[in-house]
């Protein structure tokens, strides 16, 4: 199988180090590389052989084969972690029966198209003070923002996964956060850690032989995570009221105790528990990121925006601006046609999963032994004008039945942000729904401009953090409406 030659032990992880001209935060600048010298299957030693796949049969293929027990390779770091210091191993980390005891248990809970709209009172609420600070952020005169948007959007991710988790308002869209306070030390710690989680994937293991300095930055942020979670969890445990969702009786005012009462598959006490925390951190990055990019993509091509708020404006009234409810989202096409549009621009993992296979498998006319790492390639698959016509273009369009049938593959494994089968992403329905009302909330209030002083500026681009941001703060206006 071809690919890059690299250096005896290390492989070619010299070529992302300062000595090399590629980088950890932008392997997708290497892939797309590759990918044109070695062709759609290739080899690459990064400590241990990995297998870059760009076909998406081979993609299905690989998903197809999973069985019952699908291997996601665990991050190294946190894999010394708890071996080490006895951190617990995330969901997200766990393989085999221990996986799928807890994902068999949240399977009905989480994973159906109306699972999250139990939250979407809590999560209204949310949206609309995020949309109160935006108007408090903003100078009046020009329409920009004295903090960049990207923060802003990590508050308003924490907070409603905080609600949602928890039923607890966080503090996060206070004007001024106290530098004591659990918002303001949770958003530091998230970034922390997957900084450190990112920054350890390939590189050579000192944190193995000795506690480094990301290592210990990595323990101390998710101590302080759990620590924070921990209260929180500790209180809504404490509740068991009922609340009132549209004249129905509903039990179970947050994520955890609903996973308490509807505990048939007896999880302990700590699975649940992690399971939460788990949701709760995961869930602020990616989806701050995500919006970032979707209001990015919407201020770059006003016509797309104009579309979107016309189908908001059919839907509700934007002078009452009344609670989004599920039939609402439901009618919303358009917006998750955008929401899809960006997610294939700006992929939300790096490059997309990886898996260890657990049988021998033929991809692309190779035999593929069992137990080999693939990296399942969606973000450079999504940019490719061979896979998607006009690549390079915002085109929610080809996304719409009907509309987009040419701009777009029939083949559905070109493009999985979520995940596929049994490991799809549990949090996908929370982190949708979040995104959407964002989306609508800020619509109805502002029209989106990039800032005209910075008409010049690069297109804004992408790192990988583990999930993947903008490599600069963008040039957003908020005009209100």
């Known amino acids: 199988m071809p690919g890059p030659k690299g250096w005896p032990l290390i492989g070619s992880l010299l070529d992302y180090s300062r000595f090399g001209r590629f980088s950890f935060e932008r392997m997708h600048v290497a892939k797309r590389e590759n990918l044109a010298v070695y062709g759609k299957i290739y080899k690459e030693k990064m400590g241990q052989?990995?297998?870059?796949?760009?076909?998406?049969?081979?993609?299905?293929t690989v998903y197809r084969a999973e069985g019952k027990y699908p291997v996601r390779?665990?991050?190294?770091?946190?894999?010394?972690?708890?071996?080490r210091d006895k951190e617990p191993m995330g969901f997200g980390s766990l393989n085999g029966e221990p996986?799928?005891?807890?994902?068999?248990?949240?399977?009905?809970?989480?994973?159906?198209?109306?699972?999250?709209?139990?939250?979407?009172?809590?999560?209204?609420?949310?949206?609309?003070d995020f949309v109160r600070l935006l108007s408090r952020k903003l100078d009046e005169g020009s329409g920009k923002l004295e903090e960049d948007i990207t923060k802003l959007l990590t508050k308003y991710a924490m907070e409603a996964f905080g609600?949602?988790?928890?039923?607890?308002?966080?503090?996060?869209?206070?004007?001024?956060?106290?530098?004591?306070?659990?918002?303001?030390?949770?958003?530091?710690?998230?970034?922390?850690?997957?900084?450190?989680?990112?920054?350890t994937n390939f590189a050579f293991p000192w944190y193995a032989i000795y506690r480094t300095q990301l290592y210990r930055q990595f323990l101390e942020a998710t101590k302080t995570c759990q620590?924070?979670?921990?209260?929180?969890?500790?209180?809504?445990?404490?509740?068991?009221?009922?609340?009132?969702?549209?004249?129905?009786?509903?039990?179970?005012?947050?994520?955890?105790?609903?996973?308490?009462?509807?505990?048939?598959?007896?999880?302990?006490?700590d699975e649940m528990v992690q399971l939460t925390i788990d949701l709760f951190t995961a869930g602020i990055d990616s989806t701050a990121y995500a919006l970032s990019f979707c209001l990015y993509n919407l201020a770059k091509n006003v016509d797309k925006q104009d579309r979107l708020l016309s189908e908001i404006d059919s839907l509700l009234d934007r002078t009452s601006c009344p609670p989004v409810t599920p039939e609402v989202l439901n009618r919303m096409q358009y917006l998750k046609a955008c929401v899809r549009e960006s997610f294939r621009l700006n992929f939300p993992i790096e490059g997309g999963p990886m898996r260890q296979l657990s049988a021998d498998l033929v991809l692309s006319d190779y035999l593929v032994p069992k137990g080999t790492l693939v990296w399942l390639n969606f973000q450079t698959m999504c940019l490719l004008e061979e896979n998607f016509e006009q690549a390079d273009r915002y085109l929610p369009e080809?996304?719409?039945?009907?509309?987009?049938?040419?701009?777009?593959?029939?083949?559905?494994?070109?493009?999985?942000?979520?995940?596929?089968?049994s490991r799809m992403?549990?949090?996908?329905?929370?982190?949708?729904?979040?995104?959407?009302?964002?989306?609508?909330?800020?619509?109805?209030?502002?029209?989106?401009?990039?800032?005209?002083?910075?008409?010049?500026?690069?297109?804004?681009?992408?790192?990988?953090?583990?999930?993947t941001m903008p490599d600069a703060n963008i040039p957003l206006k908020f005009i209100p409406r």
């Open 425 to 467: 992403c549990i949090g996908r329905r929370f982190a949708e729904q979040e995104t959407w009302l964002a989306l609508i909330k800020i619509l109805q209030r502002f029209r989106l401009q990039l800032d005209v002083d910075a008409s010049e500026h690069r297109p804004i681009g992408m790192i990988n953090r583990i999930f």
């Open 73 to 83: 390779p665990v991050m190294p770091l946190i894999a010394v972690a708890s071996k």
């Open 99 to 128: 996986w799928w005891r807890v994902r068999r248990a949240v399977q009905q809970s989480m994973m159906p198209p109306g699972a999250a709209h139990v939250y979407l009172p809590v999560q209204n609420q949310v949206a609309d």
């Open 49 to 60: 052989h990995i297998v870059n796949l760009f076909d998406p049969a081979d993609i299905e």
């Open 163 to 199: 609600a949602v988790c928890f039923n607890v308002r966080i503090g996060c869209l206070e004007p001024l956060i106290p530098p004591d306070s659990d918002a303001y030390r949770v958003i530091a710690s998230v970034n922390n850690m997957f900084e450190a989680i990112q920054k």
């Open 398 to 421: 080809r996304w719409m039945k009907g509309e987009g049938d040419t701009l777009r593959p029939t083949n559905n494994f070109f493009m999985l942000p979520f995940g596929y089968g």
């Open 227 to 269: 620590r924070v979670a921990q209260t929180y969890v500790d209180e809504a445990l404490r509740s068991d009221e009922e609340v009132e969702d549209d004249g129905k009786k509903v039990k179970g005012k947050n994520f955890l105790q609903t996973l308490v009462d509807n505990n048939s598959e007896r999880l302990t006490n």
